[in-house]
């Protein structure tokens, strides 16, 4: 499994991204995806995460109302647009993918077995 990660880069405060995972071999359909952070210093953490069938979708806290998360699976992509974006956004964001069941996000960093090499957003004051 390979994961491709992009759309990362510098934006102003308030501004906006998306952020696009993409997939070889017909990932979306057989994982649960996720998106996960690591700002500067700090631990990585999980933003948001979309089942296999696309019906469950988690996010983190800071994401809700601001974040969102999305699948192609014609394309094969996952997407997460980030609206309104904070200073504290700016961070090594990656994608991931573990098998899971139908409808079930999975936010633990180390259940997931697939990682994409991260992209960097960076929010500036």
């Known amino acids: 499994v390979q994961l491709q990660a992009c759309g990362g880069g510098l934006v102003q405060a308030g501004g906006s991204l998306r952020l696009s995972c993409t997939a070889d071999g017909r990932i979306i359909e057989n994982y649960c995806m996720g998106w996960f952070r690591q700002p500067p210093g700090k631990e990585r953490e999980f933003v948001a995460g979309i089942s296999r069938s696309g019906r469950g979708i988690k996010y983190a806290d800071f994401a809700k109302g601001r974040f969102t998360i999305s699948q192609d699976k014609g394309e094969d992509t996952v997407y997460l647009q980030m609206n309104s974006l904070k200073p504290e956004d700016t961070a090594v964001y990656y994608c991931?993918?573990?098998?899971?069941?139908?409808?079930?996000?999975?936010?633990?960093?180390?259940?997931?077995?697939?990682w994409g090499k991260g992209t960097l957003v960076t929010v500036s004051s």
């Open positions: 991931a993918a573990v098998f899971g069941r139908w409808d079930s996000v999975i936010i633990g960093a180390p259940a997931y077995d697939y």
